[in-house]
């Protein structure tokens, strides 16, 4: 079973910023279907990076993906306010089928 | 622009049984696989099911197979979730999402549907 750990837990940086969050497996994954999600506080979650470094439509080249076999990396650049908010990284393929990290929090210092 | 609007939730008994509705608009729901995913209030997501475009093709997660069931009517773009032998694990938000196993990930979300199951 992939287990997917996301860290830090919490990370507290100020507007301007870059940051620079980790997604690491268990097992290897697929560089197709290692997704990140950005949820805000009442809000659904929204697609942000596919196939671990496409944008999804709207999404501002700010924030970027990496990454390869275990280890993933999401980073964006320079954090606007509107930036803070719970990233969550899922994979597909793997028992179980789909996967999520637990989560990080990005708040603002 | 893609709209997910999901209904049906409730307070449901332990045992108890609920139907989850999603209406989908702003594109051509039949090309694409549809999931449930949910997410207890303040905690992480889990992916529920999923059913290919045309329905013949369904995936339930190991918690709840054998007690809910995915379906589709394209002719109404619209995607369910009956969910039957509820537990208080249960308890959740249910998001209706666009994507299964054609894209591996999950491209547009509703806003969610709150299910409380507790006595």
């Known amino acids: 079973e992939i287990v997917l750990t996301q860290s830090p837990a919490t990370l507290s940086l100020s507007p301007g910023e870059r940051a620079t969050l980790s997604c690491r497996a268990s097992?290897?994954?697929?560089?197709?279907?290692l997704t990140w999600y950005q949820q805000k506080p009442g809000q659904a979650p929204r697609l942000l990076i596919y196939?671990?470094?496409s944008r999804a439509t709207g999404i501002p080249d700010r924030f970027s993906g990496s990454g390869s076999g275990t280890d993933f990396t999401l980073t964006i650049s320079r954090l606007e306010p509107e930036d803070f908010a719970v990233y969550y990284c899922?994979?597909?393929?793997?028992?179980?089928?789909?996967?999520f990290g637990q989560g990080t929090k990005l708040e603002i210092k | 622009e893609v709209h997910l609007v999901e209904s049906g939730g409730r307070l449901a008994r332990p045992g108890g049984s609920l139907r989850l509705s999603c209406l989908a608009s702003?594109?051509?729901?039949?090309?694409?696989?549809m999931s449930w995913v949910r997410q207890i209030p303040g905690k992480g997501l889990e992916w529920v099911s999923g059913?290919?475009?045309?329905?013949?093709?369904?995936g339930y997660a190991d918690s709840i197979k054998g007690r809910f069931t995915i379906s589709r009517d394209n002719a109404k773009n619209s995607l369910y979730l009956q969910m039957n032998s509820l537990r208080a694990e249960d308890t959740a938000f249910y998001y209706c999402?666009?994507?299964?196993?054609?894209?591996?990930?999950?491209?547009?979300w509703g806003q969610g549907a709150l299910v409380t199951v507790s006595s």
């Open positions: 059913v290919n475009w045309n329905g013949g093709f369904t």
């Open positions: 196939a671990t470094s």
């Open positions: 097992q290897t994954v697929s560089q197709y279907y």
């Open positions: 702003g594109f051509t729901f039949q090309d694409y696989g």
């Open positions: 899922q994979q597909y393929g793997s028992s179980p089928k789909y996967s």
């Open positions: 999402v666009r994507g299964w196993d054609d894209l591996g990930y999950f491209q547009n």
